[in-house]
Nanobody
Framework: EVQLVESGGGLVQAGGSLRLSCAAS????????IGWFRQAPGKVREGVSC????????YYSDSVKGRFTISSDNAKNTVYLQLNSLKPEDTAVYYCAAGREVLDFRVVLLAPDYWGQGTQVTVSS
């Protein structure tokens, strides 16, 4: 059974930091890219970052570049998203997703195969 389990969300003041984790199981981790998405109330889900599990290539959306850092521990089948310099507009449910790497690892942000259940991040002003 495929599982993606996010953790690490919470309430933090503006300017603070959080580290989200995405623990994966049930599939060959090295064959998949892992992406992080977020969805704020009333807004469309947004892909913010992804990482190739096979070679470590990384992508960030402009909205988080320079503040968020994605990393992967392949031995633990876990991907992390470090959120720094948080702003109230970063408030959202954050999801991780996995997509088989075909042609371009960033395809996970367009058409992932598996989703996690999400973790809430709330940034107070």
């Amino acid at each position: 059974e495929v599982q993606l389990v996010e953790s690490g969300g919470g309430l933090v003041q503006a300017g603070g930091s959080l580290r989200l984790s995405c623990a994966a199981s049930g599939f060959t981790f090295d064959d998949y890219a892992i992406g992080w998405f977020r969805q704020a109330p009333g807004k469309v889900r947004e892909g913010v970052s992804c990482i190739s599990s096979s070679d470590g290539r990384i992508y960030y959306s402009d909205s988080v570049k320079g503040r968020f850092t994605i990393s992967s521990d392949n031995a633990k089948n876990t991907v992390y998203l470090q959120l720094n310099s948080l702003k109230p507009e970063d408030t959202a449910v954050y999801y991780c997703a996995a997509g088989r790497e075909v042609l371009d690892f960033r395809v996970v942000l367009l058409a992932p195969d598996y989703w996690g259940q999400g973790t809430q991040v709330t940034v107070s002003s």
